[in-house]
């Protein structure tokens, strides 16, 4: 018997040592980037051992690293529920929900973290990412705040924090962090460019004209600091002087449509008729849509004495600017179908009430879709209410109740709603 027993002891710890040195391979194929064997390895390590935490851990570590989320889950799910208090297990999963568009999930697991430990790094970056990401700016802020505590080196967090005032329509605010940013690394390129730029949206035009002249010292082939201070320049009506630097942003490789659009109308403005000819054809080629666009093209070639140029241009101003007020009811149609297709349906219904206060008048296809967007958003009065309206329509025009037609599910819709107002009591 007593032979039998170390026989046992002695086959546990023979077992226990090889799973460990299998454990311990495991670390060393994960630290060496090589994910691929640690999941086929883990996989069948798993087969004899389905709960060992750190395999499970490790291998839907290894499917993350792959950016392969919905398979890590699985596993990092598994190491989670056996193991509900370790954060690694927790933040790992954390992790996975997040990037599996689980944000509420995601949200809980982080602030249990939080729970265990509130200064645990890897969860309050992510928590401020997945704040910031789902809108929650004001929140997303309190974290940045805490991780730049952490961290006081890093401008990074400092020019999050600003970029969150900014978001909360706060730009003066945002200026103290990016300056902030700015003082701790006064040779990174982005915090000058992120200051100089807000420095541009709040109207500070000689200040970001500053930021933009030392960060061309830092890095003259940086395109970005050039169009800042033409951007400046021309809002300052410092044409003469903002023609230069938009000609250097063009020679850096960038001859995107606005900086074309800028140099064609500061050269315009400026008499230079010759030289914009080219610009403000290249952005009337790019979009012929534009009246700024075809109105300039007709300045341009007035100023160059081509007459009959300068009519063409000029009759296609105004036949753009006759269609205009349609184009931007299609415009205005074309927004709300996009927010109701991200069910977003607060934002597409205002976009039929801001349709409404630009031109007055509603079609029949807007009332029903303003039911349809407070049925939705469980608004069922008003629902009815523009239901009706799609009813008085069909009646006083006297059209007939077609199968499948907004009209019959007008109808339906509304006999359903009142049958839910009744049993609601309201």
Same mark, same amino acid.
């Given at each position: ?10 086959i546990?710890t023979?077992?226990h ?6 454990i311990?391979?495991?670390?060393v ?5 090589e994910y691929?064997?640690?999941?086929k390895t883990?996989? @069948? ?13 490790i ?9 392969k ?8 799910k ?8 370790n ?10 929900t997040?990037k599996n ?12 973290v939080?729970?265990?430990? $509130?200064l ?7 928590l401020?990412?997945l ?10 802020l ?9 961290? $006081?080196?890093? $401008? ?5 924090i600003?970029? %969150? ?12 962090y990016y300056e902030?940013?700015?003082? =701790?690394?006064?040779? $990174?390129i ?10 541009l949206?709040? =109207? ?5 004209? @500053?930021? %933009? +002249?030392?960060?061309?010292l830092?890095?003259?082939?940086y395109?970005d600091?050039y &169009? ?12 003469y002087?903002?023609v230069p630097?938009?000609?250097k ?15 064609g109308?500061?050269? %315009? *403005?400026?008499?230079?008729?010759e030289?914009a000819?080219k610009?403000?054809l290249?952005?009337?080629?790019? *979009? ?5 666009? !075809?109105s300039?093209l007709?300045? !341009? ?8 140029k300068c ?5 296609? =101003? /105004?036949k753009?600017l006759?269609f205009a ?5 299609? /415009?205005?149609d074309?927004?709300a179908i996009?927010y ?9 219904? +205002?976009?039929y ?11 029949v296809?807007?009332y029903?879709?303003?039911a349809?967007? +407070? ?17 008085e329509? &069909?009646?006083?025009?006297s059209i007939p109740?077609?199968k ?17 107002l009744?049993f609601?009591g309201?």
């Amino acid at each position: 018997m007593k032979y039998f027993i170390l026989f046992i002891i002695f086959i546990f710890t023979a077992s226990h040592s090889s799973l460990s040195q299998s454990i311990d391979k495991l670390n060393v194929l994960y630290n060496n980037a090589e994910y691929y064997n640690v999941i086929k390895t883990g996989k @069948e390590l798993l087969k004899d051992n389905p709960e060992n935490l750190e395999i499970l851990f490790i291998t839907g570590l290894s499917y993350q690293m792959l950016n392969k989320f919905k398979e890590s889950e699985r596993y990092l799910k598994q190491a989670y529920q056996l193991d509900t208090s370790n954060i690694r297990y927790i933040n790992a999963y954390a992790y996975t929900t997040d990037k599996n568009k689980y944000y509420k999930k995601a949200l809980l697991l982080y602030h249990k973290v939080l729970d265990i430990d $509130s200064l645990n790094f890897t969860a309050l970056n992510n928590l401020s990412k997945l704040l910031f990401l789902t809108n929650q700016y004001k929140d997303a802020l309190k974290i940045y705040k805490t991780l730049s505590k952490q961290d $006081s080196l890093n $401008s990074y967090y400092y020019r999050k924090i600003a970029y %969150c005032y900014i978001k909360l329509n706060k730009a003066n605010k945002s200026i103290e962090y990016y300056e902030k940013a700015y003082n =701790t690394d006064s040779f $990174s390129i982005i915090n000058i460019k992120t200051l100089a730029s807000v420095l541009l949206k709040v =109207t500070e035009y000689d200040k970001a004209i @500053e930021f %933009c +002249n030392k960060g061309i010292l830092i890095d003259s082939a940086y395109s970005d600091f050039y &169009k800042l201070k033409a951007d400046a320049l021309f809002k300052k009506n410092h044409l003469y002087r903002a023609v230069p630097e938009y000609k250097k942003v063009l020679q850096l490789g960038d001859s995107t449509y606005n900086i074309c659009k800028r140099l064609g109308t500061a050269l %315009c *403005d400026t008499k230079a008729y010759e030289d914009a000819l080219k610009y403000n054809l290249a952005v009337y080629n790019a *979009d012929t849509t534009s009246y700024s666009n !075809t109105s300039y093209l007709s300045r !341009t070639y007035l100023g160059l004495g081509e007459s009959e140029k300068c009519i063409e241009f000029a009759n296609k =101003t /105004i036949k753009l600017l006759r269609f205009a007020k349609r184009i931007t009811h299609d /415009i205005t149609d074309n927004k709300a179908i996009a927010y109701s297709q991200m069910n977003n349906y607060q934002e597409a219904l +205002n976009m039929y009430y801001e349709k409404y206060k630009i031109y007055g008048t509603r079609y029949v296809n807007d009332y029903y879709n303003i039911a349809v967007l +407070n049925d939705k958003l469980d608004n069922k009065k008003k629902a009815i209410e523009f239901y009706e309206k799609v009813i008085e329509f &069909k009646n006083k025009h006297s059209i007939p109740n077609i199968k499948n037609s907004i009209y019959e599910y007008a109808e339906h819709r509304i006999n359903k709603l009142r049958e839910d107002l009744f049993f609601e009591g309201n």
